[in-house]
């Protein structure tokens, strides 16, 4: 799963910013190993992947332009507002 991961990254092209949002305990839960394997391959294979470069939200928004949000959804699954 992790390479199939890495692959997806490397189709994005030169130039994305992909993020990966890792949710807390729920997902890990369908996973090996409570998720470990999963993310040392991920995270190994990134490392390894000379097309691919990890960076921390404020680096990836560094090398961005900023623009202006015309609408914005909320992203909670409980209530789907704001509050």
Excluded: K
């Excluded at 890792?22 to 000379?50: H, K, T, V």
């Excluded at 921390?56 to 509050?83: K, V």
């Amino acid at each position: 799963m992790a390479g199939a991961l890495i692959r997806r990254i490397r189709e994005c092209g030169d130039g994305a910013h992909v993020t990966i949002a890792l949710d807390g305990e729920n997902p890990w839960d369908y996973y090996a190993n409570s998720g470990r394997d999963f993310l040392r391959y991920l995270y190994d294979g990134i490392q390894r992947d000379a097309q691919i470069e990890a960076v921390t939200l404020s680096e990836a928004a560094d090398r961005l332009p900023a623009e202006s949000l015309q609408w914005l959804a909320p992203g909670s699954w409980a209530n789907a507002n704001f509050y």
